[in-house]
């Protein structure tokens, strides 16, 4: 088992930014893990992906937020990110890390999906204000 917490959530006004971290409790797992992601749930909404970071580096995003997020990864402190800028107030939701250890689904070749994904954070809340 992995345990995943996220941090970093808040509110802050439209136009701004914030940066998510999500921490694995397993020693390494952020360059051992097949795929790593992060999510969001809105009031009332589905669970969407917001994007998704392979093993070997590389991302996919949704279009809704391509161009204003980047997901990385510090293997060295087994962390990753969800830097987002330009915030707009519908990008307010829940946001929550997930991951997946073996390399038997999609991560990057297709819009992530919740089954995609093996391991899940509890959230952290995000609000953007006009």
């Known amino acids: 088992q992995v345990q995943l917490v996220e941090s970093g959530g808040g509110s802050v006004q439209a136009g701004g930014s914030l940066r998510l971290s999500c921490v694995a409790s397993r020693d390494t797992y952020t360059s051992s893990a097949y795929c790593m992601g992060w999510f969001r749930q809105a009031p009332g909404k589905e669970r969407e992906g917001v994007g998704a970071i392979r093993r070997d580096g590389s991302t996919r995003y949704a279009d809704s937020v391509k161009g204003r997020f980047t997901i990385s990864k510090d293997n060295a402190k087994n962390t990753l990110y969800l830097q987002m800028n330009s915030l707009k107030p519908e990008d307010t939701a829940m946001y929550y890390c997930?991951?997946?250890?073996?390399?038997?689904?999609?991560?990057?070749?297709?819009?992530?999906?919740?089954?995609?994904?093996?391991?899940w954070g509890k959230g952290t809340l995000v609000t953007i204000s006009s």
């Open positions: 997930a991951a997946r250890t073996p390399g038997d689904r999609n991560c990057v070749g297709k819009p992530l999906s919740q089954s995609d994904m093996g391991y």
